[in-house]
């Protein structure tokens, strides 16, 4: 890349971090990484010139700073779930954004498969779910399989099982990204198929009522997964100015950040899937209060609330 070119691409980045507005020691580090970063790009490629000089005193500048500020902030585990994680979603809204429609897309596939095609959701399911389900609707509790296991136990292994669900489907974005649109295929096409089985016997909006009130925060926990896995394989396939190992470290960083930052939703989803689904006699506003509550938590949090750090 000439040299010029190089300049263009990162001038703006450059003076932001030359200004230094910001007293936060985890993105100070950061930004001394990405620096470093450029630096060594500029020391292999344009040894003698001018770039690499001034590069060369923004790390001095941030390396002081930095242990200026070594100290952690007591407030560190706050600062994360108040700035860092919604930052990253800004960051990474795009990812976000193709998990979405991706999911999207392959429920919508599920749902037109299932209606068209009797046998799918037995493929999709399995017969001895469906079978089950059957016996269920004709006993006229279509959503007994919430209440076959004590709270406890359901709600550890649920809250276990998606985990690690959600976590293999960030790994998967080591494959350059087709990992998480697999697995995001996977799971969408199973819950249209699996919701359009209800609406198919009589019972969708009952499904809605019951299921998604722990679905909410489940499926959204499982998007925003897939967003991580992509943030991943974005740095395999677009690495940029840095080498291929580099974007890499980069974003495997930030898509595990991503990834942790679901756990919490998946714990209250197994919470309510355990304790609250099972009550499927609840009145309909305390399903729909819960429901939209979740909803409304997701779309504040996730896409609302990081539009503030948009200028960083």
């Known amino acids: ?69 070594k100290k952690e902030s007591s407030g560190r585990f706050v600062d994360f779930w108040a700035a860092e994680l919604p930052l990253l979603f800004c960051r990474y809204r795009k ?28 493929l999709i399911m399995g017969n001895e779910y469906v079978n089950m389900t059957n016996q269920n609707i004709a006993k006229g509790d279509p959503f007994g399989v919430y209440k076959r296991q004590n709270e406890l136990q359901m709600f550890l292994r649920i809250a ?26 996977k799971n969408a096409i199973m819950l249209g198929s699996f919701q359009y089985y209800f609406f198919s016997k009589g019972l969708g909006m009952q499904s809605v009522l019951v299921i998604w009130i722990h679905g909410t925060l489940e499926i959204s926990a499982i998007i925003i997964a897939g967003a991580a896995g992509l943030v ?6 677009f690495p940029r100015t840095y080498t291929r190992m580099q974007a890499f470290r980069n974003s495997a960083k930030d898509g595990t950040k991503i990834a942790f930052g679901v756990v919490p939703f998946l714990i209250v989803a197994a919470f309510f899937e355990g304790f609250v689904t099972r009550h499927t006699e609840m009145p309909v506003w305390l399903s729909v209060t819960i429901l939209a509550s979740s909803l409304a938590f997701v779309i504040w949090y996730v896409i609302l609330y990081p539009q503030k750090f948009k200028t960083r």
Request: proline content about 2%.
């Open 95 to 122: 990812q976000l954004l193709y998990s979405f429609l991706f999911f999207s897309i392959f429920a919508a596939i599920g749902v037109i498969s299932a209606k068209y095609n009797d046998a799918f959701v037995r």
């Open 160 to 185: 276990f099982n998606n985990i690690m669900v959600t976590f293999i489907l960030f790994m998967s974005g080591v494959f350059f990204a087709v990992g998480p649109v697999f697995y995001l295929m």
């Open 232 to 237: 991943l394989g974005h740095g395999m396939l």
């Open 1 to 69: 890349m000439r040299e010029s070119l190089f300049v263009k691409q990162n001038s703006a980045k450059w003076k932001e971090f030359e200004q230094l507005q910001t007293s936060n020691p985890d993105e100070l580090a950061d930004r001394f990484i990405d620096i470093t970063n450029d630096l060594a790009y500029a020391k292999t490629f344009y040894p003698d010139s001018k770039t690499t000089s001034y590069l060369n005193g923004i790390a001095s500048l941030l390396h002081q700073s930095i242990y200026k500020n």
